[in-house]
Each structure stands twice: as C-alpha cells, then as structure tokens.
C-alpha cells in the first residue's frame, strides 16, 4: 500500500510541476505533445514486456488468460478489472499505471482550462477534490465491504495523484531545516504505522489509505522543499539516481517474476532474485531502446 502511495504523490507532483512550468513560459499547454511524450515513455517498454508476456505465459502461467494480461494493460483498463473481475491474474499490478494514466488523460485539459484562475483558488479546488475523493473512497468501503473493489480502482484512488498536485502549485516552502525534518519526522512515524497495522482488509484500505495519502505528500513535500536533509542526500546517491531512470521497466517486470520464484524459494530469496533480474532486464531495455526515446522526446520539447 505504502510503496504504491509514495508513487501517485510523486507522479501527480512531477507531471503538475511540468505542466506549470510550460503553462508560466509560453502560456499555453501543447496537448498534443504532452501526450505524444507520454506515449514515447510508456508505450515502448510496456509493448516490449507484454509481448514477452503474451509468448511466455502459456509456459511458466498456464492458469492465467494471455489475451487478458496484455490487452488490458494496453488499455490501462487493469484498475477496474482487477477491482470487479480480478483479471489480469498475473499482471495486476498494472492497475497503478491504468490508475495514473486515467488521471493523465483528464488532468492536462483541466489545467489548461482552469489556467486563468488564480492560484490559490486552484489550490483550494482541488483541496476540495481530495476531501471529496477520500469520502467517496470511505462510503465505497462502507456500503461493498469489499476491499479489491475500492483498492485498485480510479475513482477511489486518485487522491494521491491530486495530492501531488497541490505540492507542486503551492508557492510556500518551510525556510528552515528544523521544519522539515519535523515533517519527515511525523510522516515516518505514519509510515511506520502503517507498516505495524498493515492487513488486507476493508478497514485498512478506507481509513490506512487516507492515512498514507497524508504520510506520502508529508514525504514528498519535505523532499522537494529544498532544503537538504539526510533522505534527500541518500536519495541522490548515483545507484539510487540510476535505479529511478530505468524504474519504470522495473515496475512492469518485477511483478511476474515475483511470481513466477516465489513458490521454489524463501522469500528473502525470492525478492533478491526477482529485484536483480527485474533490474538486469530492465537495464538493457533503457539501454538498448528507453535512452534513444528519451533523446526523441527531448527533440520534441
């Protein structure tokens, strides 16, 4: 749970601060190219990886459909039908993309179409989307009871992703040190929570994801405040840096792989062996393919 919200503040701060800045130099937001860009980072490696997938699994997951684990994340179509069907059996963990993508698809336009408005009016608008979207997500878990219902789906996991939002157009950011590690310091303690209660159950998907959603954007906004702290300085380490360039191609394989040696191994075992081939693989998809993309959609800036 915890990993996944780090990730939806984190992407909603990054994908807001770029619109914002191209919004505050030309005044404008080029749709057009935003979403050629996004299918130049995304579509390639997830090709490359469903592919491997559609030609794999009838072998290593005899159990799992082929055409539903690559046709629905092509679709981003994983959020809803993990929450009401369960499928893709093997790659649902895709629904977080489909969840990300399908604010992707909205956010740009309203931005563009909210552009005029001040600020902090924005701001409080979108405050507002958060509550809202934590109350909808609380009376889903109360009326179905069902936590892959309100867990995996979009209408009720979007919070996060408009969390990071709000960082990234808010103008204030604490000056002194003491401040942030005050924050860093009351999120960790959230986060540690979190972890101790961690269950799969109706009552930690309502209440513990509203809780991670605060602990993750305390995270995120002590991170970019900046003002240098102990996090930071690990975070910028060169392995760090590297894994976080090829990190996407580690999202899309680690899953199945996990998979795939976690019923022959211990799970330390498992996960060091599943972590250095999702790695190794997705090393040589950057190198051999995500780099050269990445030079085409500088070109197209």
Request: with cysteine; net charge positive.
């Amino acid at each position: 749970m915890i990993g996944v919200d780090v990730f939806f503040v984190l992407s909603g701060y990054l994908i807001t601060s770029i619109l914002r800045s191209e919004l505050s130099t030309t005044g404008d937001i080029s749709l057009r190219r935003f979403y050629y860009k996004r299918m130049l980072r995304l579509w390639p490696p997830l090709i490359l990886f469903l592919l491997a997938c559609g030609l794999s699994f009838p072998y290593v997951f005899p159990e799992a459909n082929p055409a539903l684990e690559t046709i629905l994340p092509l679709l981003y179509l994983s959020d809803y039908s993990v929450a009401f069907w369960r499928e893709p059996l093997i790659n649902s963990h895709t629904w977080s993309l489909s969840v990300e993508e399908h604010f992707y698809l909205i956010w740009p336009l309203l931005l563009l179409i909210t552009r005029r408005l001040p600020t902090m009016i924005l701001i409080r608008c979108l405050f507002g989307l958060f509550v809202a979207g934590s109350l909808w997500r609380i009376i889903d878990g109360l009326i179905w009871e069902d936590w892959f219902r309100t867990y995996f789906r979009f209408d009720t996991r979007f919070t996060g992703l408009v969390a990071g939002s709000i960082i990234a157009l808010n103008t204030w950011k604490p000056s002194e040190e003491k401040i942030v590690k005050i924050l860093i310091a009351s999120t960790y303690t959230l986060l540690l929570l979190l972890l101790i209660l961690r269950v799969r159950n109706i009552d930690s998907v309502i209440w513990g994801g509203i809780v991670a959603d605060i602990a993750a954007s305390g995270l995120i906004f002590s991170l970019t405040s900046g003002v240098p702290t102990g996090i930071s300085k690990t975070l910028s380490h060169p392995v760090l840096v590297y894994i976080g360039t090829i990190s996407y191609s580690v999202y899309l394989w680690h899953y199945p792989i996990a998979k795939y040696v976690r019923d022959d191994m211990t799970p330390i075992t498992a996960f060091l062996v599943s972590a250095t081939l999702s790695i190794a693989i997705a090393a040589v998809s950057y190198w051999l393919m995500e780099k050269k993309l990445k030079r085409l959609r500088h070109r197209s800036t």
